[in-house]
């Protein structure tokens, strides 16, 4: 490229770090579903892909990355663990002294899959596996098995409903709701009005001792007065409604318009910067917006 552009652009220079994938063999590599190799798939006994009459099964499209007739997939199926132990019990090449022959038990599987619709293409590797858990189980069932008369002792024991008979029974009283005789009480609105009418007085009497200097006491008509007073204060300020705080109107952090859409999102913006001029500015900080633009990105 910098050779065919060399005239047009005589004072070009490469890229450093770019590597051109177009002067290079593209690779067979598959990621994802691998294809089935045709040796495996030969010894397996399992027949190639066919788009004509394949594809309509039920996992045609797994079928057809692996290019096998059926798909090849591990026992999980109730039809397949029924055809395993049968197999088991019966097949030769799954029941030998010695060990499942698997080159020849994968055959026998898949030679029995080309006529049951239920049942799936295997590899040996996959049968392995199935027959690992399946000897675990094997042993914990004949272990449960030997083991059945001495832990039906032991389970009718734990089970014995006469056990039960040695236990001590609990008194039986009969519930009682609970009373509270003394401490807290419920406040009437009477109490509520003396409360607030000697905490009112106490306060008011308390300032106009401090205006008038310590030595001064007020008589009987002026603390009427002054408890008058407070309580028509103290009753304004519970009746007042709360006031809500008005907030600030929302303007964009770039212009500082605000009709502005950038107020949503920077990128809305298309007014220059009130800081710096700029058009393509990211605008203040929304961290220090009492800043510049370029002082709350700074620092």
């Given at each position: 490229m910098v050779a065919l552009t060399s005239?047009?652009?005589p004072d070009s220079k490469p890229?450093?770090?770019?590597?051109?994938?177009n002067l290079y063999k593209p690779t067979?590599?598959?990621f994802g579903i691998l294809p089935v190799p045709n040796d495996v798939r030969q010894e397996c006994s399992m027949q190639e892909f066919d788009?004509?009459?394949d594809y309509n099964q039920c996992h045609g499209f797994l079928a057809s990355k692996q290019g096998t007739r059926k798909p090849v997939l591990p026992i999980h199926t109730n039809t397949e663990h029924k055809l395993f132990k049968t197999l088991m019990a019966e097949e030769p090449s799954f029941n030998n002294a010695s060990g499942p022959s698997w080159n020849l038990a994968v055959k026998v599987w898949n030679r029995t899959a080309e006529i049951d619709l239920e049942i799936s293409y295997k590899l040996v590797e996959q049968l392995m596996a199935y027959y690992n858990d399946w000897k675990a189980n094997l042993n914990i069932k004949q272990t449960l098995s030997l083991t059945l008369e001495n832990r039906k002792v032991v389970h009718d024991l734990i089970r014995n409903p006469q056990r039960s008979l040695q236990i001590t029974a609990a008194p039986q009283q009969p519930m009682q709701l609970?009373?509270?005789t003394s401490g807290l009480r419920s406040l009437t609105p009477m109490d509520l009005d003396h409360n607030l009418h000697e905490g009112a007085?106490?306060?008011f009497v308390g300032k106009v001792q401090q205006m008038r200097g310590p030595s001064a006491e007020p008589g009987p008509s002026s603390q009427s007065n002054l408890v008058t007073v407070a309580k028509a204060a103290a009753l304004q300020s519970l009746n007042r409604p709360a006031t809500k705080a008005t907030r600030k109107p929302r303007t964009c952090r770039k212009c500082g318009v605000e009709s502005c859409q950038g107020k949503k999102e920077v990128k809305?913006?298309?007014n220059m910067c009130r800081d710096c001029g700029?058009?393509?500015c990211l605008g203040r900080n929304p961290k220090k917006p009492q800043k510049t633009c370029r002082e709350g990105w700074d620092n």
């Open positions: 005239r047009v652009i890229l450093a770090g770019w590597v051109n994938g067979t590599e598959v788009s004509n009459f609970h009373k509270v007085s106490t306060m809305y913006c298309t700029l058009k393509n």
